[in-house]
Nanobody
């Protein structure tokens, strides 16, 4: 299975931006549908955004539509999550996930590989 490593998290003020990266190894990311999930303290993991293996379809949680953008650079085996207009409620650990030939859907149980996560903290 592909191994995933996230980076790019940090502390940012409300209204600011961050770009998360997810680098894949041990496999070709172009064959994988990719998703970003997050988990805040005391809350369940939730879907944030997904992109199909071919890159033609993207999917977003209502809470981030218009603010977050998922993209992929297959040449770099990397998937990105551009996060703009950040809010304190976006504070969470963000995880990258992969599913071979996946559609980038919102069901975390369908993903086969997960990264270790990167912390995003948005101050008010």
């Amino acid at each position: 299975q592909v191994q995933l490593v996230e980076s790019g998290g940090g502390l940012v003020q409300a209204g600011g931006s961050l770009r998360l990266s997810c680098v894949a190894s041990g496999g070709t990311v172009s064959a994988y549908g990719m998703g970003w999930f997050r988990q805040a303290p005391g809350k369940e993991r939730e879907f944030v955004a997904g992109i199909s293996w071919g890159g033609s379809r993207t999917n977003y949680a209502d809470s981030v539509k218009g603010r977050f953008t998922i993209s992929r650079d297959n040449a770099k085996n990397t998937v990105y999550l551009q996060m703009n207009s950040l809010k304190p409620e976006d504070t969470a650990v963000y995880y990258c996930a992969a599913r071979m030939w996946g559609s980038g859907g919102d069901n975390g149980n369908e993903y086969q590989s997960w990264g270790q996560g990167t912390q995003v903290t948005v101050s008010s």
